[in-house]
């Protein structure tokens, strides 16, 4: 007769098991990590996309009541134009306007991290070909990579 500690089964969970679970949820946390990077990172682009259309109707709305001669954030901000959640952009960095001359509207932003910086010039490239955007100058929008800055030049007519 066979003793009786060979019918009992183990019980609990061995090594090789438990490594199994812990490299998936392992590679489970890392996809999830990199997915939230990606929809943070479309998400600020987007709210900056909307910024941009946001100064720009409100730049062109002061030019035509003040002109365009002391054309700044600061002023749009102080006429009611814009609030005070245009001082910054969704990276935390400065947002300026200007005009370039009489005729057209500079809007830039800074301390974009670089390729999100051309995400973003890839995205508001793709929104000049739609046929509702306003006029939009020849050099449109630019990355300058070493200064991490976005600058946008709009035509005033």
Same mark, same amino acid.
């Given at each position: 007769?066979?003793?009786?500690?060979? +019918?009992?089964?183990? &019980?609990?969970?061995? %090594? %090789?098991?438990?490594?199994?679970?812990?490299?998936?949820?392992?590679?489970?946390?890392?996809?999830?990590?990199?997915?939230?990077?990606?929809?943070?990172?479309?998400?600020?682009?987007?709210?900056?996309?909307?910024?941009?259309?946001?100064?720009?109707?409100?730049?062109?709305?002061?030019?035509?009541?003040?002109?365009?001669?002391?054309?700044? %954030?600061?002023? @749009?901000?102080?006429?009611?134009?814009? &609030?005070?959640?245009?001082?910054?952009?969704? +990276?935390?960095?400065?947002? &300026?306007?200007?005009?370039?001359?009489?005729?057209?509207?500079?809007?830039?932003?800074?301390?974009?991290?670089?390729?999100?910086?051309?995400? @973003?010039?890839?995205?508001?490239?793709?929104?000049?070909?739609?046929?509702?955007?306003?006029?939009?100058?020849?050099?449109?929008?630019?990355?300058?990579?070493?200064?991490?800055?976005?600058?946008?030049?709009?035509? @005033?007519?």
């Amino acid at each position: 007769m066979m003793p009786t500690h060979y +019918w009992k089964r183990q &019980t609990g969970i061995g %090594l %090789l098991e438990l490594m199994l679970v812990l490299s998936i949820a392992s590679v489970i946390i890392l996809a999830s990590v990199s997915y939230y990077q990606s929809v943070a990172s479309n998400q600020k682009i987007t709210q900056a996309n909307a910024m941009i259309a946001d100064i720009y109707s409100a730049a062109k709305n002061y030019v035509k009541s003040q002109g365009a001669s002391q054309l700044s %954030l600061e002023n @749009l901000i102080a006429t009611g134009l814009l &609030t005070q959640y245009f001082e910054r952009n969704p +990276w935390g960095g400065q947002i &300026t306007v200007a005009t370039n001359g009489e005729y057209q509207i500079v809007i830039t932003m800074d301390q974009i991290p670089i390729a999100q910086c051309q995400k @973003l010039n890839k995205r508001m490239q793709q929104t000049f070909t739609n046929t509702d955007t306003p006029g939009v100058s020849q050099e449109a929008s630019l990355c300058e990579l070493n200064q991490h800055q976005f600058t946008i030049i709009y035509d @005033l007519y």
